[in-house]
C-alpha cells in the first residue's frame, strides 16, 4: 500500500488544528507542521501527533510555504490540508478504499473541497483540488495567494471530500494585501491570479477595479476555461452593483462563448427576469438549468442546488404567477425531492392546498 504524508501549513491555529488533525492522523502515515508564526498553542497541540514540527517565516508566500511543508516529506504521496478542514466520517471510509486502491499509475488524485453548507449541513458549494500529489515528482505550488499545483501524469479523480468548517473568519484583507503588494514590487500577475485578484476587488466592493483586471483578464485570452465563466459572472456581479443591468445581462450571456451554458449561470439569468416580474423568460432559463448536465469533473466551482433545488423551487414561483399551478406544484414536489425539509416548499405546499390543489 502507498504510504501518504499529510503535509499542513499553520499559524494561530489552536481552535481548530486538533480537531482537523484527530479526523486525518489515524489514515496517514506521516504529518509533517510547519508553522509560520504561531503565537498561540498550535505548536503544543501538534505535537500530541507528530513530532515533526518546522518552522517557516511568512514572507506572504502561501506557494512558497506549501512547497517547504512537502519538501519535509517522506512518503510516497504528499497530501494538503488546512487546520479549518476535516474528513467527516464518511469521507474517512472512501479515503480509507483510495488509500488502500492507491499504486505507482497515479500521479496526482483530485478530492471534492466542499465549502459551503446550508443549516443542514448539506454541501452547498463545491470544487475539485489537487489534494494527494506524488512526492518529487516535479509538481511544485505556485501563486502568492490562490496557490495551485500545475498537475501532470495520471489525475484520478474521487468522490471522497474534504470539509472546510471555519469557526472564525480570517483576515478578509490578506490576500487583496498580498495582490497588491505584488503589484506594488512591479510583479505582472499570470492569468490565475488575474482573475482571483478580480473577484478580490470585487468582495472589497471596488467593482470598477474589479471590471478593468476581469476584463483584461478575458481579453487576453490565456485563461483557464471555468475560470473564464465565472469572470463572467463576477463581471455581471459588479454591474448590478453599479446599477448598470443590461451590461450585467449581457456579462453573463458572454459566458456561453466559452462553452455550453452552466446551469449555475442560467440560475443567474431566471434571477434577473424574475427580479423584474418577467416570468416566462424566468421560467424558460430555470428550465434550461435543469437541462444542464453537472460535471464537477472539470474542476469549477459548482452549485449543487443550481441542478436541481433552486430551478424547481423558482419555477414554482413563475408557473404559479403565470397561473399554471398545477405546473407549479409539480415543480413544488420535485423541489421537495431535492430538500425535504425546505420552508419554502413547506409554505408553498399550504398555499397549494388553500387553492384545493
Known sequence: MSTISLCMIVRDEEEVLGRCLESAADLVDEIIIVDTGSKDQTREIARRFTEKIYEFPWIDDFAAARNFS?????????????????????????????????????????????????????????????????????????????????????????????????????????????????????????????????????????????????????????????????????????????????????ALFSSFAYDLPRAETCCDIGQHFLDRESWEQAAYWYTRALECKRQDGLGGFVQPDAYGYLPCIQLCVCLSRLGRQQEAQAYNERAAAFKPDSPAVAYNRSYFQSLGI
Open 70 to 250: 512537502f519538501s519535509k516529506a517522506s512518503c510516497d504521496y504528499c497530501m494538503w490540508l488546512d487546520a479549518d478542514d476535516v474528513l467527516a466520517p464518511g469521507d474517512r471510509q472512501r479515503f480509507r478504499e483510495l488509500k488502500e486502491s492507491l499504486g505507482p499509475g497515479t500521479d496526482v488524485v483530485m478530492l471534492r473541497y466542499n465549502t459551503g453548507f446550508d443549516q443542514q449541513g448539506r454541501v452547498t458549494f463545491s470544487y475539485y483540488r489537487e489534494r494527494i500529489i506524488r512526492n518529487r515528482a516535479g509538481m511544485l505550488w505556485k501563486g502568492a495567494v490562490h496557490e495551485v499545483i500545475e498537475t501532470k501524469g495520471n489525475v484520478r479523480y474521487s468522490e471522497c471530500g474534504v470539509t472546510h468548517r471555519k469557526l472564525r473568519p480570517s483576515d478578509p484583507d490578506r490576500n487583496l494585501r498580498i495582490f497588491e503588494k505584488l503589484l506594488d514590487e512591479g510583479q505582472n500577475l499570470d492569468p490565475r491570479q488575474q482573475f482571483y485578484y478580480g473577484r478580490e476587488l470585487y468582495y472589497h466592493q471596488r467593482y470598477h477595479e474589479a471590471l478593468r483586471i476581469l476584463n483584461a483578464y478575458l481579453q487576453e485570452g490565456r485563461g483557464w476555461l471555468e475560470n473564464n465563466i465565472d469572470a463572467c459572472r463576477q463581471c455581471a456581479y459588479c454591474w448590478y452593483a453599479l446599477g448598470r443591468e443590461d451590461e450585467a445581462l449581457k
